[in-house]
C-alpha cells in the first residue's frame, strides 16, 4: 500500500506562484508513475501533470501552456508541483495520484484517473482575480 498526502495549497492573487508538495511512504516509491489531478466544485476532476517513474520523462495537459512544472525526488519520496502565473480558473483541490511503471503502459495513459491505484486527499488552491 502507498500513502499520499498534499501540502502546500493555499490563497493567492492572479499572477502569484505556488508550489504543491505530495509526500508518498510505502514500498518503492520510485517505481511509481506520479500524477497530478485537479477538481473544482460542480465540475469533473482532470488531468494536470504525470512523471515518470525515473523523473526523465513528463505529460502535461495541453491547457498548462508551460505554466505548471511538475518534478520529483525519489530520495525524498516527494513529487512536487510548481504553479506559475495562476489564474482564477486555477482554483480547485489538487490531487496528488501513483501507479507502478509496470502497470501503466505508455506514459500517455497517465492522462485517465482510472488508471491510478493510490490518491491522497487534495489540498485546496484558491486564486483570486
Known amino acids: 500500500q502507498v500513502q499520499l498526502v498534499e501540502s502546500g495549497g493555499g490563497l493567492v492573487q492572479a499572477g502569484d506562484s505556488l508550489r504543491l508538495s505530495c509526500a508518498a511512504s510505502?514500498?518503492?516509491?520510485?517505481?511509481?508513475?506520479m500524477g497530478w489531478f485537479r477538481q473544482a466544485p460542480g465540475k469533473e476532476r482532470e488531468f494536470v501533470a504525470a512523471?515518470?517513474?525515473?523523473?526523465?520523462?513528463?505529460l502535461y495537459a495541453d491547457w498548462l501552456k508551460g505554466r505548471f512544472i511538475i518534478s520529483r525526488d525519489n530520495a525524498k519520496n516527494t513529487v512536487y508541483l510548481q504553479m506559475n502565473s495562476l489564474e482564477p480558473d486555477d482554483t480547485a483541490i489538487y490531487y496528488c495520484?501513483?501507479?507502478?511503471?509496470?502497470?501503466?503502459?505508455?506514459?500517455?495513459?497517465?492522462?485517465?484517473?482510472?488508471?491510478?491505484?493510490?490518491w491522497g486527499h487534495g489540498t485546496q488552491v484558491t486564486v483570486s482575480s
Open positions: 510505502g514500498r518503492s516509491f520510485s517505481s511509481y508513475v
Open positions: 495520484a501513483a501507479v507502478s511503471f509496470r502497470l501503466l503502459g505508455q506514459l500517455g495513459n497517465a492522462r485517465e484517473s482510472d488508471i491510478y491505484d493510490y
Open positions: 512523471i515518470s517513474w525515473s523523473g526523465d520523462t513528463t
